[in-house]
C-alpha cells in the first residue's frame, strides 16, 4: 500500500526539532486516507464517468481519469497481462490477451490506481485469480468486477428475466464466463 503521509514519528521528530526552543510542542492527528471498499471507489468512478450503458468500458473511464491506456504485445516484449505505473499515468495492457481478459485486466490495474496502491508493475494472470492472495491483488479484483459488472445493473438484468443463463449476463457485461459466475455467486443471485 501507498504511505501518502510521514509516520507519525517523523512529523513528531520535524516539530520537536523545530520546537525545541519552545516549552509548548503543538500536535495535530495526522491526516488519514478516505477509507473506501474496493466496491465504493469503483462505484465513484462509476458515477463519474459511465454513461450507463452496457457493456462498461473500463478503456473510457480510465482515460476520462486522465490515464493514459497502452497495449502491447511479444512484440514490445510485453508478457504480463497488464501493469499500473502511477508516476507515468499510465496502465498497460496485453493486446495478445482475450478481449475478456483485457477488459478485467484494465478494470483490474484502474482499481491499483483508484485504490491508492504503489505501481503495481507486472501483473501476472495469478493476480486476476479468486485466489489471489495478496490483499492489493483481492482489492483490485473487487474493484474490477464492480466496475465491469455493477451490482445494481446485475440485479436490474437478472430480474427481467430475459437473461436466463449466466452466459447470457457474460456477454451482455462483456466479461468472461468465469467470472459472471463468480460474481452471481458473490451477490447471492441465481439464474
Ligand atoms: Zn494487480
Redesign the pocket.
Known amino acids: 500500500m501507498a504511505v501518502l503521509y510521514p509516520s507519525a514519528r517523523v512529523v513528531c521528530n520535524a516539530i520537536l526539532r523545530r520546537h525545541t526552543m519552545t516549552t509548548e510542542v503543538q500536535t495535530r492527528p495526522l491526516p488519514t486516507r478516505a477509507a473506501a471498499t474496493p466496491a465504493a471507489a469503483a462505484r465513484a468512478l462509476l458515477e463519474k464517468h459511465w454513461n450507463g450503458r452496457l457493456p462498461v468500458d473500463p478503456a473510457a473511464i480510465a482515460i476520462a481519469e486522465g490515464i493514459k491506456v497502452e497495449r502491447l504485445g511479444v512484440f514490445e516484449d510485453f508478457p504480463y497481462s497488464?501493469e499500473?505505473l502511477r508516476e507515468q499515468g499510465v496502465i498497460r495492457v496485453n493486446e495478445w490477451e482475450a478481449q475478456v481478459r483485457q477488459r478485467f485486466t484494465l478494470a483490474?490495474?484502474l482499481g491499483?490506481y483508484a485504490l491508492g496502491h504503489d505501481d503495481?508493475p507486472r501483473?501476472f494472470a495469478e493476480?486476476f485469480s479468486s485466489k489471489a492472495s495478496a490483499p492489493?491483488?483481492r482489492a483490485?479484483n473487487q474493484f474490477a468486477a464492480e466496475l465491469l459488472m455493477p451490482a445494481s445493473a446485475v440485479a436490474k438484468l437478472v430480474q427481467t428475466g430475459i437473461f436466463k443463463t449466466v452466459d447470457d449476463l457474460a456477454k451482455a457485461f462483456n466479461v468472461s464466463k468465469v467470472a459472471m459466475t463468480y460474481r452471481i455467486n458473490n451477490l447471492g443471485l441465481f439464474v
Open positions: 497488464g499500473f483490474h490495474e491499483h503495481a501483473d493476480a492489493i491483488e483490485a
